[in-house]
C-alpha cells in the first residue's frame, strides 16, 4: 500500500480552522485519498475522500494538491467534539482495504 | 440496526481458551473488514470480506485467528488458545461496495486475556 506521512499531534483553538497535513509523494494516478477519524473510545468513522479535485461535506474540506503528493483536511470551525486522531489513508484503485497508519491526535482547546 | 453490532462489548477470557467474536453488519453491504486496536496502538488491519469472493486473510497474525462470513453477512471472528498478547479491541466495519465507499465501524469487543 502506499504510504502516507502525517504530524504525530497538532492543537488548535475551539472555532478557529485546522489545517490537517497528509504527505504521499509515492502516489499514483489511480489513488484515492480517503481521511477517517476515530474519536476517544470509539471506532473510526469516514470524513472524506477525493482523487483529484478539492472535495466539501458537511464534515470538512479536502485540499488536494496539483501534483497530489500531499493534501490537507481541513475543519472550518474546530468544535471540541473534533478532537479525535485523524488518518489519512490511500486506496489503490481496486483495493481491498483500508491500511491505518499513525494518524495525527488533534487537541482541541477551550 | 442502524449500524455495525458487534458482541459482546466485552469479553474477559482466561489464557488458552477459545473466544468467538459477532460482527453484524449493515443490511446490504457486500464488504466486511475486521481490525484490532492494542491499547494506545493504531489500527491493524485483520482480514478483508468482499461479496463471494475469497476473504483477504493477510493480516491473521497467526493460524489462532480464523474468521467466517455465513451468508454473505454475518462475520464471526475466532481466536483459538487465546494468548495475553490478543488483550485488544476488535472493530469490525462494513460497506456498501468496498473502499470507495465509506467504510461504518462498529464500537468493537473489548477482548481480555488474564
Known amino acids: 500500500d502506499a504510504k502516507t506521512t502525517q504530524p504525530n499531534s497538532m492543537e488548535s483553538n475551539e472555532e478557529e480552522p485546522v489545517h490537517l497535513p497528509c504527505n504521499h509523494s509515492t502516489i499514483s494516478g489511480t489513488d484515492y485519498i480517503h481521511w477517517y477519524r476515530q474519536l476517544p473510545s470509539q471506532g473510526p468513522e469516514y470524513v472524506i475522500h477525493g482523487l483529484t479535485s478539492n472535495v466539501n461535506n458537511r464534515m470538512a474540506s479536502l485540499a488536494i494538491a496539483e501534483d497530489r503528493k500531499s493534501s490537507t483536511l481541513i475543519l472550518h470551525r474546530a468544535t471540541l467534539r473534533d478532537a479525535a486522531v485523524y488518518y489519512c489513508?490511500?486506496?489503490?484503485?481496486?483495493?481491498?482495504?483500508?491500511?491505518f497508519g499513525q494518524g495525527t491526535r488533534l487537541t482541541i482547546n477551550p | 440496526g442502524a449500524g455495525v453490532s458487534q458482541s459482546p462489548s466485552n469479553k474477559v477470557t482466561e489464557k488458552g481458551k477459545d473466544v468467538e467474536l459477532r460482527c453484524d453488519p449493515i443490511?446490504?453491504?457486500?464488504?466486511l473488514y475486521w481490525y484490532r486496536q492494542s491499547l494506545g496502538q493504531g489500527l491493524e488491519f485483520l482480514i478483508y470480506f468482499q461479496g463471494n469472493s475469497a476473504p483477504d486473510k493477510s493480516g491473521l497474525p497467526s493460524d489462532r485467528f480464523s474468521a467466517e462470513r455465513t451468508g454473505g453477512s454475518v462475520s464471526t471472528l475466532t481466536i483459538q488458545r487465546t494468548q495475553q498478547e490478543d488483550s485488544a479491541v476488535y472493530l469490525c466495519a462494513s460497506s456498501y461496495s468496498g473502499t470507495y465507499t465509506e467504510a461504518f465501524f462498529g464500537q468493537g469487543t473489548r477482548l481480555t486475556v488474564v
Open positions: 489513508i490511500l486506496l489503490i484503485q481496486g483495493a481491498q482495504k483500508l491500511v
Open positions: 443490511s446490504g453491504h457486500t464488504a
